[in-house]
């Protein structure tokens, strides 16, 4: 059975920095894409960035040079590094996996919050 599991969420102030990880269990990690999407209430969840197997990242949504994303396949966790946080930036964030060279997100994790306040 395939889990996702996020942590790292919580309160921060406008301008601080959180780390999130997604541990992977159940799935031969390195041959999946990882990514983090974003849900704000009243909004649709969006994707905030990918990275593939080899490393290679991909950033959407205005997250661009303040997020970071990262994966270490010997531990099956991908990472979020998220600076110079915003109050927009306030949403459950979602970890999930799909294979490498398809476009369906095939897991999810259950989602953290983080919440920014100004």
């Known amino acids: 059975q395939v889990h996702l599991v996020e942590s790292g969420g919580g309160l921060v102030q406008a301008g601080g920095s959180l780390r999130l990880s997604c541990s992977a269990s159940?799935?031969?990690?390195?041959?999946?894409?990882m990514g983090w999407h974003r849900q704000a209430p009243g909004k649709q969840r969006e994707l905030v960035a990918t990275?593939?197997?080899?490393?290679?990242?991909n950033y959407y949504n205005s997250v661009k040079d303040r997020f970071t994303i990262s994966r270490d396949n010997a531990k099956n966790t991908v990472y979020l590094q998220m600076s110079s946080l915003k109050p927009e930036d306030t949403a459950v964030y979602y970890c999930?996996?799909?294979?490498?060279?398809?476009?369906?997100?095939?897991?999810w994790g259950q989602g953290t919050q983080v919440t920014v306040s100004s």
């Open positions: 999930a996996a799909r294979p490498t060279g398809t476009n369906t997100w095939s897991y």
């Open positions: 990275i593939t197997q080899v490393g290679a990242a």
């Open positions: 159940g799935i031969i990690f390195d041959i999946y894409t």
